[in-house]
C-alpha cells in the first residue's frame, strides 16, 4: 500500500496530537508531592524579557530574571538579592556600585557585570518601552571586575535607588547573536521586541523545561540557585518545590472546576465576586485577601469645559459617597480610597488628604455641591445645569473597559450617573475594550472615564508620570493633561532628594495638591481573593498584591 503526501501529513498531525493530549494528561494528573499546580487565565503572550508587556508573561519571567535587590516582606526595606550588599553612593559624583553575588545562570555559568552591562545597552540602544524609563538616567557602565559594576548617572540617584535596582536582566551569550543580527533589520525595535524565545536563561529558582501553550508550562527546580537555603527577608529560601506546573484554562469557571476536582492547587488570579459565595462554603478552599497595589479612580479631560474647572471637578467629587460604591458595587471588598497612594503604602500615604464629603448624608452632599457651583457662577433651566458661559450643559460621558474583566467599574460610572443627574448634569457611560479607552485617552478624546492602577511600585516616583506636565501629551501617562507648576516643582525636588524624610514631606505636599486640584478623583482601593486548595501546601506569603509573589514560592512546601 502507498500513501500520498495529504496521507503522510494526516498522520503525522495525528500522531502529534496524541502527543499533546498525552502530555496534557500528564500535566493534569494528581500532582507529586513536590509539584504545584497553578492555574493561569491566559497564556503568557512573550517569553521575551525585552517585549513581554502583558501581565501572564511577566509572572512567568520574574521566576528567571532576578532582580539586584527586592523589597524586604517584613517592612518593605531594600534588601540585597541577587546583589551581594547594599549599594555603594557617591552622590557629588552621581556613581553607584553594586557588586553582584557568586550566582550562576541554570546552564551552570556565571552571571557576570557583563550580563548586566549588555542588558542595561541593549535597552538604551533600542529605547526599549517599558524598560527605558527605569534606565534612562544611565550615562556610563564600566565592570570594575566580573562581578562589580559601577554607574555614573545624569543626575540624583533617587530614582535609580528606589525603582531602577529592582529589575532583572538578561544572560549575555543567550541574546548577544541576536541582537547583532537585529541591528541589521528594517526596524531593529520592532524585530527585537517581537522575537519569539523558546528557552530562557535563567538565574532564579526555577527554569523552563516544557511548554506547551496554550495548555501548559511546567517549570523545575535550578539546582544553580544562588539563594538556595539562606536565610533571607525572615525566611529560609528555597524552593522547597520541584517543579510548577502552571494550567493555562479558558475562564474563571474553568479553572474553579479544576480547584474542586483537586486538579490544581493555586489560582493565580482574583476570583470574581459572582464566584465568591460558593468558594466560601468549599470547605477544601482557603480564601486570601489582600490589599491591591494600586486603586481605581475618576479622571477628568481637563481641556474640555467643564471639566477643566475645579469648582466642578469638587463639586463631583463631593457628591461621590465612595462608602457607597464600596458597598453596591463591590460588595464590601475593597476600602475608600481618597489619595493617589494606596493605603497600604504606610509611609508614603497621606492619611491627612482633603476627603471632599466624607461624613455626609446624600442631601448634604447634593446641597454643598450645588452651592459650589452656585458661587462658581453656574445655574439651572428647567433641572439642567446651565454653565457659566450661559451654555446649556451637554450629556458627558464616562468611559470604562468592558464590564467583563471589571464589573464594578461600570456599577461605580452606574452610581456617579445617578449623583450627578441630581446636579443637572446627563450621564452616558460607554464600555470599550481595554486597548480602545487607552487609544482614546492618549489622543484626548473623552469627556471623564474610570479605570486603575493595580500593580504600582512602592516608592511614588509614578506620581510624576501620572501627573507631570511633561507627561501630559499624547504617549504619556497623564491622560487628563493635568498641567500645574506647583506640582512640576514639588515632583523635580522629590526626584532629586535624597533626605528620605524631607522626599516624604514633598509626596505628602503633592498628594494634597492633586486632593485639591482633583484631575483624578480616587475611588476605592480592591481586596485581591485567591484561593488555594487547603492542606495541600503550605508557607503562603500574604502581601499588598496577593500570594502569588516570589517569596511565596520561594517558601512554600507540600503540607505536612
Known amino acids: 500500500m502507498t500513501y500520498g503526501k495529504s496521507s503522510f501529513l494526516i498522520k503525522t498531525k495525528r500522531i502529534f496530537g496524541l502527543l499533546i493530549v ?49 523589597h524586604d516582606p517584613r517592612d518593605g526595606s531594600m534588601l540585597p538579592w541577587l546583589a551581594e550588599s547594599m549599594p555603594e553612593v557617591d552622590e557629588p559624583s552621581f556613581k553607584v556600585t553594586v557588586r553582584l553575588r557568586d550566582a550562576c545562570w541554570d546552564d551552570g555559568s556565571k552571571v557576570t557585570a557583563e550580563d548586566l552591562i549588555f542588558t542595561v545597552s541593549v535597552i538604551q540602544e533600542f529605547n526599549v518601552p517599558g524598560h527605558m ?147 466560601r462554603g468549599d470547605r477544601s478552599v482557603r480564601l486570601y485577601r489582600t490589599p491591591r497595589r494600586g486603586f481605581d479612580y475618576l479622571a477628568f479631560n481637563l481641556q474640555r469645559s467643564p471639566f477643566n474647572d475645579p469648582s466642578f471637578r469638587t463639586a463631583v467629587a463631593t457628591l461621590i459617597d465612595r462608602e457607597q460604591i464600596v458597598k453596591k458595587a463591590l460588595k464590601g471588598d475593597a476600602i475608600p480610597a481618597y489619595s493617589v497612594i494606596p493605603p497600604h503604602n504606610t509611609f508614603w500615604y497621606n492619611a491627612g488628604v482633603r476627603r471632599a464629603g466624607k461624613g455626609l448624608s446624600c442631601q448634604e452632599r447634593l446641597r454643598e455641591a450645588k452651592a459650589l457651583l452656585k458661587g462658581a457662577g453656574y445655574s439651572w433651566s428647567k433641572g439642567a445645569l446651565v454653565l457659566p458661559t450661559g451654555r446649556k450643559m451637554r450629556p458627558v460621558e464616562i468611559l470604562t473597559n468592558c464590564a467583563g474583566s471589571k464589573p464594578c467599574r461600570l456599577k461605580a460610572a452606574l452610581l456617579i450617573k445617578r449623583w450627578l443627574s441630581e446636579i443637572g448634569v446627563s450621564v452616558i457611560p460607554k464600555m470599550r475594550p481595554l486597548h480602545d479607552v487607552l487609544s482614546l485617552l492618549r489622543e484626548n478624546i473623552f469627556d471623564m472615564y474610570i479605570l486603575g492602577w493595580g500593580h504600582l511600585s512602592d516608592d511614588p516616583g509614578y506620581l510624576e508620570t501620572f501627573f507631570h506636565s511633561s507627561e501630559a501629551r499624547p504617549a504619556g ?38 486632593t485639591k486640584e482633583l484631575p483624578y478623583i480616587p475611588l476605592y482601593t480592591r481586596n485581591r481573593v485567591e484561593a488555594v486548595k487547603k492542606n495541600a501546601f503550605q508557607g503562603w506569603i500574604e502581601l499588598p498584591g496577593g500570594i502569588g509573589n516570589l517569596w511565596s514560592f520561594l517558601n512554600v512546601r507540600p503540607a505536612t
Open 133 to 279: 524609563e527605569k534606565w534612562k538616567n544611565v550615562a556610563r557602565m564600566e565592570a570594575i571586575d566580573s562581578r562589580t559594576i559601577r554607574f555614573t548617572l545624569k543626575g540624583p540617584p533617587v530614582v535609580f535607588l528606589n525603582r531602577t535596582l529592582y529589575t532583572g536582566f538578561v544572560q549575555k551569550k543567550s541574546w548577544k547573536h541576536f541582537v547583532d543580527s537585529v541591528r541589521r533589520a528594517k526596524n531593529p525595535l520592532k524585530s527585537l521586541v517581537r522575537h519569539k524565545v523558546q528557552k530562557v536563561a535563567s538565574n532564579g529558582p526555577f527554569f523552563m523545561a516544557s511548554c506547551c501553550q496554550p495548555l501548559f508550562i511546567v517549570l523545575k527546580r535550578n539546582l544553580h540557585f544562588f539563594a538556595k537555603d539562606r536565610k533571607l527577608g525572615g525566611i529560609t529560601v528555597g524552593p522547597h518545590l520541584d517543579s510548577i506546573v502552571f494550567n493555562i484554562y479558558r475562564n474563571v469557571t474553568e479553572a474553579l472546576i479544576a480547584l474542586e476536582r483537586d486538579n490544581v492547587d493555586f489560582i493565580w488570579w482574583d476570583i470574581p465576586q459572582e464566584h465568591l459565595d460558593k468558594l
Open 22 to 70: 498525552l502530555s496534557c494528561l500528564a500535566a493534569w494528573a494528581p500532582a507529586k508531592a513536590g509539584t504545584l499546580r497553578v492555574g493561569l487565565l491566559r497564556q503568557p503572550e512573550s517569553l521575551n524579557f525585552f517585549g513581554a508587556t502583558d501581565t501572564w508573561s511577566k509572572k512567568i519571567l520574574q521566576f528567571f530574571h532576578m532582580p539586584l535587590y527586592v
Open 477 to 514: 501617562k497623564n491622560y487628563p493633561r493635568f498641567r500645574n507648576a506647583r506640582f512640576d516643582e514639588l515632583a523635580d525636588r522629590a526626584s532629586g532628594e535624597m533626605d528620605l524624610f524631607k522626599r516624604k514631606a514633598l509626596v505628602f505636599e503633592m498628594q494634597e495638591l492633586i
